[in-house]
């Protein structure tokens, strides 16, 4: 759908915010998004409510294609959706990996068939979708993995394990990397998709610092993979996770257009914690200056994310821009999460207890949880590398060690 006109997209607005502020619940106004996993898989009846509504709408998804359920929006149309759910103190109740990278890539790479089995309830939120790519073993260089799909005439049998599973204790699917072909490192490797509802899946969590962990080894045995689900061809599995590895980075940060995650903004919980001098400004100066330059540069990300995003549209395969966003989109991140503590103080660092509120209580757990966001969906050091390799040219200083 190709953009409008301003007198469009205005009317447009009018329509987006009267259809917000009927659907959305009450209740959950202000409040942050139920953005782990756990929380998206045992959701209070009114989040389920906004869960359905905004499924059967698409506008979890708002500018992917209706023919799959999607909102079918233009791009500028799906940035109204995104300012009137936070306008309205919502959030986006349509999220996890099968929206952040598993769908935007099966549209890409994905048969008909597959596309028209797998998007309709990821666009709807009603199954979670996991991503085995990490090994013991293959980390950073992830082509070194060893999981084996065997072929067995209608069905790949997979054995190996996978770490860094996040979600696979919820996750009723996998997108998965595999070595179908040992003579080759790249391309040996295809890109399958499987139910984890089957005897050959085990799972184990790893417990994290910050209380509760998405994270698991995962362990297969026999699995089973249909032939129909593997996406892409034989063997051309890498080219398929490389894109997908685009879209995580881009997600990761919210450069991938995410709706907002409700919440208090930063400024209010200052004035909150911190007071207010005569002018009614936050009573701290320095503070007040921080948080201004966080909330400028944050801004300035999103609009170069943005700008990145529609131009990786007509690239003809992925993009190196987004571990340039992904280092800095994170960094702002975590800034945000140590002001968070430093305008609660004391009362940021509480881990249980009446004296806390909910929102004091998930302070700290986010603040330690986001020190994984510079490690995970690629560590800030293997995004640097690609940055002087990929874009600016420099040398390989590795291959003289």
């Known amino acids: 759908m190709a953009d409008f006109g301003a007198t469009d997209l205005e009317a447009f607005r009018a329509e987006a915010r009267a ?20 929380e998206r898989m045992k959701p209070n009846a009114d989040q389920e409510v906004w869960r359905k509504a905004m499924g059967a709408k698409g506008w979890g998804v708002p500018t992917w294609p209706a023919a799959y359920g999607g909102g079918g929006l233009s791009p500028a149309e799906g940035r109204i959706v995104q300012q ?42 009603e199954i979670a979708w996991c991503q085995g790519f990490s090994e013991p073993g293959a980390g950073s260089d992830l082509a070194s993995l060893s999981t084996k799909a065997e072929d067995k005439g209608d069905h790949f049998e997979i054995n190996g394990s996978k770490i860094w599973t996040s979600g696979a204790q919820w996750a009723d699917w996998c997108f998965c990397l595999v070595r179908t072909d040992t ?60 894109r997908l590895l685009q879209h995580e980075r881009s997600g990761l940060t919210g450069a991938g257009g995410g709706l907002g995650s409700g919440g208090k903004p930063l400024e209010e919980l200052a004035k909150q914690y911190v007071g207010v001098d005569a002018q009614g400004r936050i009573a701290d100066a320095d503070l007040r200056t921080r948080l201004v330059n966080n909330a400028i540069n944050w801004r300035a990300f999103q609009q170069t994310a943005i700008r990145a995003m529609v131009e990786s549209k007509g690239n003809a395969g992925p993009s190196s821009a987004t571990s340039i966003m992904k280092n800095a989109g994170t960094q702002l991140i975590q800034e945000r999460q ?32 986001g020190k994984a966001f510079t490690i995970f969906g690629g560590s800030q050091e293997v995004q640097s590398n690609i940055v002087s390799k990929r874009i600016l040219g420099l040398p390989d200083l590795t291959q003289n060690h």
């Open 19 to 38: 259809w917000i502020e009927a659907n959305f619940p009450a209740s959950l106004k202000g409040k942050p998004s139920p953005m782990a996993v756990e």
């Open 84 to 125: 009137e759910i936070a306008r309205a103190g919502a959030y986006n109740p349509i999220g996890g990996m099968g929206v952040m990278m598993f769908g935007p890539t099966l549209l890409e790479y994905g048969t008909e068939a597959q596309k028209q089995e797998h998007i309709p309830p990821i666009v709807g939120g």
């Open 183 to 242: 003579s080759k490192k790249h391309e040996g490797i295809s890109f399958v998709l499987f139910t984890m509802h089957q005897p050959g899946v085990e799972v184990r969590p790893i417990p994290l610092i910050a209380g509760s962990s998405p994270f698991c080894e995962t362990f297969f045995t026999n699995a089973r993979a249909e032939k129909k689900d593997l996406v892409g061809p034989l063997n051309g599995g890498w080219t398929i996770a490389k």
């Open 338 to 369: 140590e002001m968070t503590l430093e305008i609660m103080g004391h009362q940021g660092l509480g881990w249980e207890g009446d004296d806390f509120t909910a929102d004091e209580l998930a302070a700290v757990r986010g603040w330690l949880f």
